[in-house]
């Protein structure tokens, strides 16, 4: 660890404090319907919009057509990207004569993209014509993320309802979080990555003679548009095969930075929208400090442990015995133009949001350091989070943690002048233990029948970690790997797909139920009883709750991958 590395840190966790906070106040007048400076040229579009889709603003939802409306539309995005990738072969705007998606791979991309997971069994520049691209995968990477947006807002609306049935309106959030957040953004940030050498044309592929006289294609199309909108919305999806490492996707250190911020700004903005509209910004300070400090917990053990590098490329004397660390630290499968502090700070906040793009690969990093991000999409990808999901991730757990701390005091559970009885706990449990359902479920039976065990390339602890990391990307809707898995068989291809929309909707529907209980409960004045939660010791006892429910669930299984495999190389021994 250096003391420009850590310097990196410290300049990246303040431009995401500078940026979060003007943001944040913007998204919640968005979302409460006010004026912005945008309104004026956005808002007549807004009204056409409406009347296009038949959507009246003005008439709000219960949590069920909320939760239905939402689903629907969903369900018809995703059976349109399917219909896109099977018909690729006759659509215009394929240069390269890329052939027609397999329906096994059609079926787990349109699902990736549909629950804003963007796990991709293929290279992009080999596989996606540049309409696919464009209308399948950068639509949804705003329809996607705009979804997350809206459940987030959903259930803080409850929040400031009092015996209400409603809690907002499902097309009218989707389209304001498009207009007013995501497209005026991704506009920006796809001049930025121009400006930057990304790639923004319809060009047929490149062709270069290399020096030894070979023939190379050199792959190029609507980059900009798509990397832009895969950050800010936390997607991830590359445009290439391999991804923010690409230098046509991430071509300097300016735009690494710029790419690190994308993808957690609007996560974090959220949460301070939060505390406005809940009308007690203390509130959304308590999130904010919390989720912050599980964030540079994170980004440091990382750092650290990429630093040591791999002890066995450090013997020395005559004995070769093995050095406690590596000098340069270990840099197999980072890029030299970041390095050690910048893949660290990446890996830990994309796996911390649901965004998955990835400036170096995962599966070379030293176990503790791979083990961070597997760590953080464990923990639900509630630091930060995807953007909207992670909000509503951690209020769920808000809820939990009030829970507990009633049971200390001996009184029911309050937040935000709200009591969290037997109904919002028992859904607030259901969502939590959707997710290593799945992950656990779905990842055993992935390392014994023979055809999931066709997909890891490495034995022994560093195999299931691969295994590990494929179902605990899909079902936490993050879409990064570890390289080592080869994903794309009929198998693989179902069950991943599974996993994916477990990890979304089996989440969402009880989070909008809790939004739905919580928008009809009477306000009740706080009293000399009830437990503050926005100071300290709530932060800390937030922080507790969410670690050790991912730490008490996922620990005996990581004991047997990324932990083992840290002692055994210590002791010299590899697979």
């Not at 930025?192 to 047929?204: A, H, I, S």
């Not at 997909?455 to 993050?478: D, K, Q, R, V």
Request: proline share 5%; charged share 10%; hydrophobic share 50%.
């Amino acid at each position: 660890m250096t003391s420009a590395g850590i310097l990196q840190i410290v300049l990246f966790c303040a431009a995401v404090i500078i940026g979060a906070i003007p943001l944040g106040n913007y998204m919640a007048r968005v979302y409460e319907g006010e004026r912005t400076w945008l309104s004026p040229v956005l808002h007549p579009v807004e009204t056409l919009l409406y009347r296009l889709c038949a959507v009246r603003p003005d008439q709000e939802q219960h949590w069920t057509a909320y939760a239905f409306g939402l689903l629907a539309f969903n369900l018809v995005g995703l059976l349109t990207m399917y219909a896109v990738l099977r018909l690729q072969a006759l659509l215009p705007l394929n240069p390269a004569g890329q052939s027609a998606v397999p329906p096994d791979l059609a079926f787990n991309t349109a699902i990736s993209f549909a629950t804003n997971t963007n796990w991709q069994n293929y290279g992009g520049e080999s596989t996606m014509s540049y309409l696919s691209q464009m209308l399948g995968m950068t639509v949804h990477n705003f329809t996607s993320a705009a979804t997350g947006m809206a459940v987030a807002i959903a259930l803080t609306r409850a929040f400031t309802r009092r015996s209400m049935k409603t809690v907002g309106n499902f097309y009218v959030d989707l389209i304001r979080g498009i207009l007013y957040l995501l497209l005026p953004l991704a506009v920006i940030f796809t001049i930025f990555l121009v400006w930057q050498g990304v790639p923004q044309n319809l060009d047929p592929y490149a062709g270069a003679t290399a020096l030894e006289g070979g023939r190379q294609i050199i792959a190029q199309g609507p980059v900009a548009s798509q990397d832009a909108i895969k950050l800010l919305g936390t997607n991830g999806g590359g445009f290439f095969n391999t991804n923010s490492a690409h230098p046509y996707e991430n071509p300097t250190p300016l735009s690494n930075f710029a790419q690190m911020w994308a993808l957690l700004v609007i996560s974090a903005g959220m949460v301070v929208t939060f505390g406005r509209m809940v009308k007690d910004s203390r509130q959304g300070r308590a999130l904010f400090i919390a989720m912050g400090l599980m964030l540079v917990a994170g980004i440091a053990a990382c750092y650290w442990a990429e630093a040591q590098g791999n002890p066995l490329f450090a013997r020395i004397g005559v004995d070769q015995t093995i050095s406690s660390r590596s000098p340069g630290g270990n840099m197999e499968g980072k890029e030299v133009r970041f390095g050690i502090a910048n893949s660290a700070i990446f890996a830990t906040a994309t796996t911390d949001t649901s965004c998955g793009a990835v400036n170096a690969m995962h599966d070379s990093f030293t176990p503790i350091g791979g083990m961070v991000p597997l760590f953080n999409m464990m923990l639900g990808e509630v630091v930060f989070g995807g953007v909207g999901a992670g909000l509503h991730g951690m209020i769920v757990f808000v809820i939990l943690t009030v829970f507990i701390a009633g049971l200390m005091v001996g009184r029911t559970p309050e937040y935000l002048g709200k009591k969290m009885e037997a109904k919002e706990v028992k859904l607030a449990v259901l969502t939590i233990v959707v997710f290593p359902l799945s992950v656990l479920g779905l990842g055993a039976l992935s390392v014994v029948v023979p055809s999931g065990l066709a997909a890891i390339a490495a034995p022994g602890p560093h195999g299931l970690s691969e295994a590990l990391y494929a179902y605990t990307s899909t079902t936490a809707n993050n879409g990064s790997a570890f390289a080592g898995f080869s994903g794309n068989s009929l198998y693989q291809n179902s069950m991943l797909g599974f996993a994916m929309l477990i990890g979304r909707y089996l989440v969402i529907i009880p989070t909008l139920a809790i939004a739905g209980s919580i928008a009809g409960k009477k306000t009740v004045p706080p009293s000399a009883g009830t437990f503050p939660t926005h100071g300290g010791l709530f932060v800390a006892l937030l922080i507790a709750v969410v670690v050790v429910v991912g730490g008490l669930t996922f620990f005996p299984v990581l004991a047997l991958g990324p932990i083992a495999e840290h002692l055994m190389l210590a002791a010299g021994t590899t697979f």
